[in-house]
């Protein structure tokens, strides 16, 4: 007797948005980068925490200030000036070390920011670190007994507004990878040099 034709149903298999790559694309950075600043070990000392904060600044600073020059070809969804975050670092050194002062170095070898998907995918990094931040934050205030009001306004971020802040970061892109799929890879590509670019420049900032 012949075979039975068996028709097989076909499943498309289901195609991982844009925010879902991101999210699995960079985890091993994600994770690299945890490692180095180690910011939520128990043995975080006050000159490491301010370490990294003189590391961020010295690579936010420029970061922002090259996304903040070309502000005006970004998606209207995204308010580059609601999201720039340098200025906290400036105030958490500033409470920190009120006798610094010295000019602290800034990183040159910046992640590609040429074009607006180059631009959202350093953004990507830049605000999903706030993520981190309610756990960094709650860390060094039980740690250190830094507050947001005496050094700790950086991993605070957007308080009590990190959630609506990233939900609205993750609309924004959901609807770039809508109009600009062929843009994807691109914007993935630079979340992950991001991560890299900053965790070398945190450690070489251990050593100066
Ligand atoms: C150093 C300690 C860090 C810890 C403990 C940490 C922890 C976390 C946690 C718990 C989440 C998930 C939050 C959630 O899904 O609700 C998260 C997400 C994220 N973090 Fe971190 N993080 C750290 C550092 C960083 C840094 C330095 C960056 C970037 C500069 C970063 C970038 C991100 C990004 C992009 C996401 C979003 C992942 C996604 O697409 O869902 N994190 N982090």
Known sequence: MP???????????????????????????????EKTLALTDKTLTPGAYRQVLESFYGFYKPVEDVIGAAADTMPVWLDVAARRKTFLLEVDLQRLCPQGGHALPLCKALPPLRNVAQRLGCLYVL???????VLI???????????PETGGSFF???????GAMWN?????????????????????????ATFETLRHWCERGKDR
């Open 3 to 33: 075979a039975k034709d068996v028709v097989t149903p076909f499943v498309a298999d289901a195609v991982p948005s844009i925010l879902q790559r991101l999210r699995s694309e960079t985890r091993d950075a994600h994770s690299a980068i």
């Open 127 to 133: 605000e999903g670190a706030t993520l981190g931040g």
């Open 137 to 147: 934050s709650r860390h060094i205030r039980e740690n250190l007994g830094v507050f």
């Open 168 to 192: 609205d970061f993750r609309a924004g892109l959901l609807s770039f990878a809508s109009v600009a799929p062929h843009e994807e890879a691109l914007v993935i590509e630079t979340a992950r």
């Open 156 to 162: 605070h971020g957007y308080g009590p507004s990190t």
